[in-house]
């Protein structure tokens, strides 16, 4: 038996001599644009189903041909699928419709994937192979957020994904994306944008460990807004820092305090599982205090505190977030070398506004008419 509890299958049987064992290796495929959560746990019940993980990420000619143009380029998108902590290879360029051939050739068992449907340009559901040759499992797909989901936040500049003052930590009741058909003919995977945050969920995604004895701690602190590649290669500096890294969020309200807009586009909880996910980081503070205060330091046992590329927002007293560990010779600025922001990205959906309301109508459309088929055989979702 793995430490999954499932049984390995046997191989190095071709001359009938005793069987040894090897570990299960997943295969999981997909477009991977700007990776969020929903993505990530996919990928962690996907590699509970066995030992080693190996994701496929497609082209961006390959997207582009079968539902429209990713946010993210190919090689974006290969960084940040590497930086999940539960995948332990990525093949680049991988075959949009999934083929025995591809799980053979990565020594893949299986092929796992959400349980939505995913066509081909032509309508062809991409699994088909894998599912009559009976090498496909199906994993449950987080509710309540998908690419084209955010797209849709960051186009209506939406504020419903956080609220202020007593509805702080409530999440969104409302869908916010209004592309396609009215709201009351969305589909079940595309249209919903209602996630709902669990301890269990943290859970999974946390890695329990507290630091070891003589372990350095790292401490950094932001919004980390739509994670992305600055996030990823920041965080990857500042752990080589340290043993041990500390990521402190701040709240909704202070976001938008500095940031501004509808700033944060992804709600403190959702903020919370994107940095969990990421294989750098040992430990969220959900809700950090802006100004980086000596008992915030003490009580984690912080070793130096690091800030990236981007410039320091002052506090709204006016004085500078990191004036403590400055002064106690804690602090150090790192170069992430990577000028992506969650701005740009915004700005990126916003100029090419047309192309990706026009791929959100496209994947809701078709979505809609495969439920309709499926209603007509008798058959649900
Ligand atoms: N996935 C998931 N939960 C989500 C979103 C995606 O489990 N909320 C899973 C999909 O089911 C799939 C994998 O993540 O197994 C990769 O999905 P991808 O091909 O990137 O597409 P989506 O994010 O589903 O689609 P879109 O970008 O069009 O929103
Ligand atoms: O802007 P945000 O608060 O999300 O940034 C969190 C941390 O990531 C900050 O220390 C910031 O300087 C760093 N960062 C970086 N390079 C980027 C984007 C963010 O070093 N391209």
């Not at 320091?312 to 004085?319: P, Q």
Request: with cysteine; charged share 25%; proline share 3%.
């Amino acid at each position: 038996m793995s430490e999954n509890g499932h049984e390995k299958p046997l191989n190095g049987l071709s001359n009938g001599s005793a069987a040894h064992e090897r570990p299960i290796r997943v295969w999981c495929d997909g477009c991977y644009d700007m990776v969020h959560f929903g993505h990530a746990n996919s990928l962690r019940q996907a590699k509970a189903l066995g030992d080693y993980l190996v994701v496929g990420v497609h082209t961006d000619e390959e997207i582009t041909k079968h539902k429209g143009p990713p946010v993210f380029t190919q090689q974006e998108r290969y960084k940040m699928v590497r930086g999940i902590k539960w995948v332990d290879e990525v093949i680049e360029g991988a075959p949009y419709v999934t083929t025995l051939d591809t799980l053979d050739k990565y020594d893949c068992d299986f092929c796992v994937h959400g349980d939505d449907i995913t066509m081909t340009a032509e309508g062809v559901d991409t699994y088909h192979m894998v599912k009559s040759a009976g090498r496909y499992k199906e994993v449950q797909r987080t509710e309540g957020v998908s690419t084209t989901d955010l797209v849709g936040r960051m186009l209506l500049l939406t504020r419903n994904h956080f609220k202020q003052g007593q509805y702080e930590y409530s999440v969104e009741k409302e869908h916010s994306t209004t592309m396609g058909q009215d709201s009351s003919a969305r589909s079940p995977w595309t249209g919903c944008s209602q996630f709902l945050p669990t301890t269990q969920k943290i859970i999974q995604f946390s890695d329990g460990k507290a630091p070891k004895i003589g372990d350095r701690v790292v401490y950094v602190a932001g919004a980390f807004d739509l994670f992305h590649v600055g996030h990823l290669d920041f965080l990857e500096k500042a752990r080589e820092q340290g043993d041990y890294l500390i990521v402190g969020l701040h709240t909704d309200p202070i976001v938008n305090i500095y940031k501004g807009s509808n700033f944060p586009i992804m709600n403190l909880h959702e903020r919370v599982l994107s940095v969990l996910a990421c294989k750098y980081v040992s430990e969220v503070v959900i809700g950090a205090p802006y100004k980086v205060s000596e008992s915030l330091m003490s009580h984690f046992k912080v070793d130096i505190v690091i800030h990236g590329k981007t410039s320091v927002m002052k506090d709204v007293d006016g004085s500078d977030p990191y004036e403590i560990p400055k002064r106690l010779g804690k602090f150090k600025a790192v170069d992430s070398g990577n000028e992506m922001t969650t701005e740009k990205i915004v700005d990126r959906i916003i100029r090419n506004r047309m192309e990706f309301q026009e791929r959100n109508r496209l994947k809701e459309k078709k979505e809609i008419e495969l439920i309709k088929s499926l209603k007509l055989k008798g058959l649900t979702v």
